[in-house]
């Protein structure tokens, strides 16, 4: 008897640690509050064609509509439906296309809204997190944002950040 036991024990064992590894690797949903106009069909094209990994951070569940998150920890936020950013002189960038002005007042954290786009998309970066590669975020997530049409809007001064970045050096071949 004391065998048979063992021999349906057996099985159990060597399933616990798969169970734990399974439950490990599950993250938890990222609670966020939804913008005020997450409800306007244009967030939902928007959300429905984000890309499922930026750089290298794995899309997150979140817990509110037209929103989305990045990484574990969470280390990009986005929100589809905040109010639009009016004349400012906030930096604004122009990444493929779509303008964002940014708000570096909470430095390392960064916080990127869409300018001349309604609704507006607001993105937050956590610099510390993601290593100051908010143009690439910003760039996976501009063709899901261009499902919002630029209005007649436009930033006056647009910084490019792909312009001044370092051009290559040939490498000299032996």
């Known amino acids: 008897m ?10 159990s064992l060597l399933l ?15 609670a966020l509050e939804p913008a005020a106009d997450a409800t306007n069909p244009k967030c939902a094209d928007v959300i429905v064609h984000l890309p499922t990994a930026v750089a290298t951070y794995p899309i997150r569940q979140t817990d509110a509509q037209a929103t989305s998150a990045w990484g574990n ?17 906030d930096l604004c960038y122009s990444v493929k296309g779509i303008d964002w002005v940014e708000d570096s007042s909470r430095k390392p954290t960064y916080v990127y809204t869409t300018f001349g786009r309604k ?11 993601t290593d ?6 910003l760039d ?4 899901a944002v261009g499902y919002i049409k ?10 490019d950040p792909y312009k001044n970045a370092p ?6 071949s032996p």
């Open 167 to 172: 051009s290559p050096t040939p490498t000299p």
């Open 150 to 159: 630029q209005d007649e809007h436009v930033c006056t001064t647009v910084i």
């Open 73 to 89: 920890p969470a280390s990009v936020l986005l929100r589809c439906g905040v109010a639009q950013t009016g004349p400012t002189a």
């Open 119 to 129: 609704p507006a998309v607001q993105v937050v970066i956590d610099s510390k997190l």
């Open 140 to 143: 996976a997530l501009a063709d």
């Open 2 to 11: 004391r065998s048979a036991a063992r021999t349906r024990l057996l099985p």
């Open 132 to 137: 100051g590669q908010g143009t690439i975020i």
């Open 16 to 30: 616990a640690p798969l169970l734990l590894l399974t439950l490990a690797a599950c993250t938890p949903t990222v």
